[in-house]
Each structure stands twice: as structure tokens, then as C-alpha cells.
């Protein structure tokens, strides 16, 4: 597998220093192939989803957004730079190690929207959902 030897050249170990905990999810992520590259046609846009252990994330690349709890919890507090998801993404897109899903341009609109919503645990464990400010450039 092309991917495995590129991996070589990755310093993982520097990774897991950077990153701690998040870098080595991140590592596990890749590895499991939960990063999804989807390709609208025929406008060509792209969307980049990590399918982490509690749902699908939508990541922006370009903006460093993830809409997963640990970004909203953690990043956005200043508690941490990245989260898992973040990572995969980025090492993912490097070395060519994601799965291409290609679906029309009528679909858009509906899996965005299930992407879009964030899940929140409450401080009483109800979940609610909130529309994160970040909508797709188009
Ligand atoms: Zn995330």
C-alpha cells in the first residue's frame, strides 16, 4: 500500500508529542479509514467528513473548523489548538489516505444539513442541537 510508506516519513512520534492523546486518536482515525473526501457533481464542490466515534464531523480544512464536542468544548475555549478530527484530516489529505464518495449536487443541501448541526450534551445530559456559525463557502 502506497499510503503505509509514505507513513514512514511521518514522524508519529512527533505527532503523539505535539498532539498527545489527539495526535494518537488521530493516528487511529487514518488508520481505521473514517476520513471521507465527498465530491459534489457536477458543481465540484468538496466536503471533508471524519467519521469519529459519535457521528460524522464536518471539517473545514481552510478554517481549521471541526464540528465535533471536543472542538466546541476544548478549541473554542482556548483549552487546545486541534482535535482529533482536525489531525486526521490534515494527515489524511497528505498523504492521499481517505475514501472518495462522489454524490450529485441534489444531495447537497440534505447532508449538509445533517452535517451542519452540532450535538450538545447539556449540562442535565439532554442533547440539543445548535447551528454552528460556519456555513460552506459556495
Ligand atoms: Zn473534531
Known amino acids: 500500500m502506497k499510503a503505509l510508506e509514505k507513513v514512514k516519513d511521518l514522524?508519529?512520534?512527533q505527532l503523539i508529542?505535539?498532539?498527545g492523546e489527539r495526535g494518537e486518536k488521530a493516528w487511529e482515525l487514518l488508520r481505521e479509514n473514517r476520513v471521507k473526501r465527498y465530491t459534489f457533481k457536477p458543481s465540484g464542490?468538496?466536503?471533508?467528513i471524519v467519521v469519529?466515534?459519535?457521528?460524522?464531523?464536518?471539517i473545514y480544512p481552510a478554517v481549521g473548523y471541526c464540528g465535533?464536542?471536543?472542538f466546541y468544548f476544548s478549541v473554542m475555549e482556548g483549552k487546545a489548538l486541534v482535535c482529533q478530527h482536525l489531525i486526521a484530516q490534515r494527515l489524511a489529505e497528505r498523504l492521499g489516505w481517505f475514501?472518495?464518495?462522489e454524490e450529485s449536487d441534489e444531495l447537497f443541501d440534505v447532508l449538509m444539513n445533517d452535517w451542519r448541526f452540532l450535538k450538545?450534551?447539556?449540562a442535565s445530559g439532554k442533547s440539543s442541537e445548535v447551528?454552528?456559525?460556519?456555513?460552506?463557502?459556495?
Open 11 to 13: 514522524d508519529l512520534i
Open 17 to 19: 508529542r505535539d498532539f
Open 45 to 48: 464542490r468538496t466536503v471533508w
Open 52 to 58: 469519529g466515534r459519535e457521528g460524522d464531523h464536518l
Open 68 to 70: 465535533c464536542d471536543d
Open 99 to 101: 475514501d472518495t464518495v
Open 120 to 122: 450538545i450534551e447539556n
Open 131 to 138: 447551528r454552528t456559525a460556519v456555513e460552506l463557502k459556495r
